[in-house]
């Protein structure tokens, strides 16, 4: 009779590990969806950056702190002398991070400010050849050049861009924020890397604190959003983005190889890209479309290698939601 059951249990037990990927895939699918309205909630709002990020900040952590509370985890917001300064300096490279990324929305569009800051990456890896010595090989590298090429096809500089913007110096500008937006970026994913005893939960709550301690005076020196529809926006911003936006995709990373989790990240920048489209009936040019379509297969190439050696990097377990 053992023998009976443990047959009859086996195929519920092999089937365990698939059924968990496809759980942690739609998760995954569902923050990216989610993550891909950002740039609509930043417009709608119609505030200056520092104060949209610091409404983020303020309402995402109050979102991460009920959450916290809900599955017993606040006891990990408590950190130690080095791992309190590595979440600060994350912390502070998140608000500059943010600030640059909503202030470039309104120079260029939300498909193209989220494609470009979507190459941070390539910054990932050669920070950490450079800081971590980590060792990147010549596939790699060929990978990361290629990314940059569809990059700049990306960025619409060599067709006239998309419908509905022009190529000025103001669109420049905005371009250059992504970029450094997305470096800043990828500082907070290898300090998160190095900063090993500091959970994901903790990072993020963290560096909500931190931009709400930093930029408070600047929502108080400039006033407060006038109208209510604002404060809806706003409130949206930091607990759909940054409450559940963080629990959907952490909960789908801890079930997925770094592989698929590497795919999946796309899921938000062709969101935010769909999500121009349909409310503000701005669209990609093919130039452009080829460029996204390079840069997601090059990096998609150049993360690889940390497929192999591992089910889940350092850095996409621990940095937060963009």
Known sequence: MSTSCALASSPASSDEPSRRERHGQWLMIGGGLLLGTIGAFV????????????????????????????????RELRLHRSAWLAAMAA?????????LFFAAIDRTSIGVATVVF???PLWVIALGAWWLREPVGTAQWGAVLAA????????????????????????????????GGSISYAGVTLIAKCARSISSFALAWWQCVVG?????????????PAAPAAWAWLIGLGVLHTGLAYVLLYAGMSRLPAGRIAILQFVYPAAAIG?????????LSMMQIAGVSVMALALWAARRPAAARTSLPAGARRSSPS
């Open 118 to 120: 979507h190459v941070q």
């Open 275 to 283: 999500v121009d489209w349909a409310v503000y009936g701005r669209t």
């Open 212 to 224: 709400i301690a930093a930029l408070a005076w600047w929502p108080m020196l400039h006033g407060w």
């Open 148 to 179: 940059l090429a569809g990059l700049a096809l990306a960025t619409g500089l060599f067709d006239g861009g998309h419908a509905g913007t022009a190529i000025d110096a103001r669109y420049i500008e905005g371009l250059a924020m992504c970029l």
């Open 43 to 74: 417009e709608q709002a119609g505030q200056d950056p520092l104060t949209t990020v610091w409404c983020r900040c303020a309402f995402g952590a109050l979102a991460l702190t009920l959450w916290g509370l809900a599955t017993g985890r606040c």
């Open 91 to 99: 912390g502070g490279l998140m608000i500059l991070n943010w600030a």
